[in-house]
């Protein structure tokens, strides 16, 4: 059965930091993208970043670069998402989710085949 898993998140202060992690179970990452997308309450779902297994690369939204780091440990077919210098603006559900081999910035949420069921972050001011 596959299943993404995440987890990590909770409330943190502005300036603080959060590592989210998407735990994969029922397939292998290596043949796989995974993307970390965001829902804020009364605002559309925005793609945060993500990352292509196969060879490494990675994407990462403007309002997220510099602060934001993806990365990927094969041995536990996890991705994470390291947050730091979290704002109120980050308060959102996140969720990951999997698409096949290649993800780039212009890669849409109804490209991805799998998803989890989201962790909460807010971050207070």
């Known amino acids: 059965q596959v299943q993404l898993v995440e987890s990590g998140g909770g409330l943190v202060q502005a300036g603080g930091s959060l590592r989210l992690s998407c735990a994969a179970s029922g397939f292998t990452l290596d043949y796989y993208a995974i993307g970390w997308f965001r829902r804020a309450p009364g605002k559309e779902r925005e793609g945060v970043s993500c990352i292509s297994i196969s060879d490494g690369s990675t994407y990462y939204a403007d309002s997220v670069k510099g602060r934001f780091t993806i990365s990927v440990d094969n041995t536990k077919n996890t991705v994470y998402l390291q947050m730091n210098s979290l704002t109120p603006e980050d308060t959102a559900d996140y969720y990951c989710?999997?698409?096949?081999?290649?993800?780039?910035?212009?890669?849409?949420?109804?490209?991805?085949?799998?998803w989890g069921q989201g962790t909460q972050v807010t971050v207070s001011s």
């Open positions: 989710a999997a698409k096949d081999y290649y993800c780039s910035p212009n890669s849409r949420g109804y490209e991805y085949e799998y």
